[in-house]
C-alpha cells in the first residue's frame, strides 16, 4: 500500500509557541490531503480538508488562524498550530487521497503542550 | 445525514473466534466504504474497503459483507487472533475530493 510519514511523531513544547508538523505522501502524489484531531479513546475529528496549491477547507469550530495549513506540493502538507495552548495537546494524524479514493494515513504526531 | 453508525463500541472474543463489527450509513452518495485498524499510539490502516457494487470483499481473514438496500456493511475477522486486539473504525466517502466519514469504532480484544 502508499505510505504516508509524518514528522515529527511526537513533540513537547511551551505554551505560547509554534509547532509545525509536515505530512509526506512518499510513494504517491496526493492532490488532496486530510488533518485530523484524534483524543484518547475516540474517533478520528476531521480538521480541513488541504487541496495542493488552493486554500484549505476548514470544518466548522475549527480555527483557520490557529491551525495554519499549507499544500504547497503534491507530495507534502504541514500543519502548524500557532501559540499552542494545553487544550491543543492531542494526537494529530493526516490522511493522503490515492488515485482510486483510497485514504492513507500517517502514523500519527503526539503533541505535548505544557 | 453524514453519520456512519457502527456497533459494538467494544468486543470481546476468544482466540479462533470470529467477531464481527456491523456499520450502517444514510447517505446515498457514499460509494467507497474502508475498514481501517488502528493501534495505541499509531495512525490508522486501511485494512479492507469495498464500492457498492459487490455485496461481499475477502483479503485474508478479513471478510467485508455489504447490503445496498440496508445501507450496512460489516467487517468479519476469521480465525481471529490476539494480535488482532485492536480499535477498528469503518468509514464511508463519496467520489471526489471528499473526506471519509468515521465510525466512532470499536476496541476488539481477543484473548487467549
Known amino acids: 500500500g502508499a505510505v504516508v510519514s509524518q514528522h515529527p511523531s511526537w513533540v513537547i513544547c511551551k505554551s505560547g509557541t509554534s509547532v509545525k508538523i509536515e505530512c509526506r505522501s512518499l510513494?504517491?502524489?496526493?492532490?488532496?490531503m486530510f488533518w485530523y484531531r484524534q483524543f484518547p479513546k475516540q474517533s478520528l475529528m476531521l480538521m480541513a480538508t488541504s487541496n495542493e496549491g488552493s486554500k484549505a477547507t476548514y470544518e466548522q469550530g475549527v480555527e483557520k488562524d490557529k491551525f495554519l495549513i499549507n499544500h504547497a506540493s503534491l507530495t507534502l502538507s504541514t500543519l502548524t498550530v500557532t501559540s499552542a495552548h494545553p487544550e491543543d495537546s492531542s494526537f494529530y494524524i493526516c490522511s493522503a487521497k490515492g488515485l482510486a479514493n483510497e485514504q492513507f494515513f500517517g502514523p500519527g504526531t503526539r503533541l505535548t503542550v505544557l | 445525514q453524514q453519520q456512519v453508525k457502527q456497533s459494538p463500541q467494544s468486543l470481546i472474543v476468544q482466540k479462533g473466534g470470529i467477531p464481527i463489527i456491523n456499520c450502517a450509513y444514510e447517505n446515498t452518495a457514499f460509494d467507497y466504504f474502508p475498514w481501517y485498524q488502528q493501534f495505541p499510539g499509531k495512525g490508522p490502516a486501511l485494512l479492507i474497503a469495498i464500492r457498492p457494487d459487490v455485496s461481499e470483499k475477502k483479503e485474508g481473514r478479513f471478510t467485508i459483507s455489504f447490503n445496498k438496500s440496508a445501507k450496512q456493511f460489516s467487517l468479519h475477522i476469521m480465525d481471529s487472533q490476539p494480535g488482532d486486539s485492536a480499535t477498528y473504525f469503518c468509514?464511508?466517502?463519496?467520489?471526489?475530493?471528499?473526506?471519509?466519514?468515521f465510525g466512532k469504532g470499536t476496541r476488539l480484544s481477543v484473548i487467549a
Open positions: 510513494d504517491f502524489q496526493a492532490t488532496t
Open positions: 468509514a464511508a466517502s463519496m467520489a471526489g475530493n471528499t473526506p471519509l466519514v
